[in-house]
């Protein structure tokens, strides 16, 4: 009975967002902790997960960055996940949309801005990534971004029953790419290494230890192409022909009888 009661709580949880529950402790006035509120506690989050990251990262770590008791904290909300998921928010506010309901026509541009701000979210706070697959993503901001991506791709003028495929080519593409570009720059930091020093000695320890290699030789080739000075801008070129390519999908869709 109890695993079957614990299967039933676990399913029962949704979303920080559709859960009314009062904070913890009595309720008076007199109960909640001074000088703390949702904002502050949300906002110190964020910036310990910037700079320490999501396996680091515990209410009584928090409640150290506030100066406060891991109680103070529970009075706001009732689970870390609680706070995960207002944290996950919090930075889909960074975003700005592009207008996407005064000139349609103007989908490619808008699909692009969309585009690019998400995958800058994703190298800026790098632990957002494993955090959108966890939960409904149904907090203000995040919803907000998903009907100007609703409306965007609406505007390519694709049928109804097409509309979530160019939606995952897209935006599942730029988060698979906004994820490993994070997750590069951690593997950097964490070397004490520039994003250039790591490249070339992962690139030159590779081809030293697989020389005959046919997925090496290959791969050299296209290494021996570019004509980048860092690994920023390799990474915009990448970026930008794979948008393109994604944008000219969408195309030849619309082009089909």
Known sequence: MAKAAD???????????????????SGRKGDQPSGLDRD?????????LDAEGLARFSMRRLAAELEVTAMSVYWY???????????????????????????????????????????????RHPWVSPLVGQFLNVGPN?????????????????????????????????????????H??????????????????????VNEELPGNETIRGAQELMNSRTEDTVVEMWERDFETALD?????????LSRP
């Open 7 to 25: 299967r039933t709580q676990r399913r029962a949880r949704t979303s920080v967002w559709l859960e009314s529950r009062a904070p913890r402790g």
């Open 40 to 48: 502050r506690i949300t906002g110190a989050t964020v910036r310990l």
């Open 77 to 123: 909300v009732d689970t870390k996940d609680d706070l995960l998921e207002l944290a996950l928010d919090a930075v889909c506010a960074e975003i700005r949309l592009p207008d996407t309901e005064t000139d349609p026509s103007a989908w490619r541009a808008q699909l692009r801005d969309l585009a690019r701000a998400y995958r800058a979210l994703l190298v």
């Open 142 to 182: 995040w919803l907000r971004y998903s009907l100007a991506v609703q409306r965007a791709v609406r505007n390519t003028g694709l049928a109804p029953q097409q509309r979530n495929g160019a939606i995952a080519a897209v935006f599942q593409f730029v988060y698979g790419y906004g994820t490993m570009e994070g």
């Open 184 to 205: 590069f720059i951690a593997r950097c930091n964490e070397a004490g290494m520039t994003l250039e020093e790591y490249f070339r000695d992962a690139v030159g320890t």
């Open 245 to 253: 390519l994604m944008i000219a999908g969408i195309e030849g869709l």
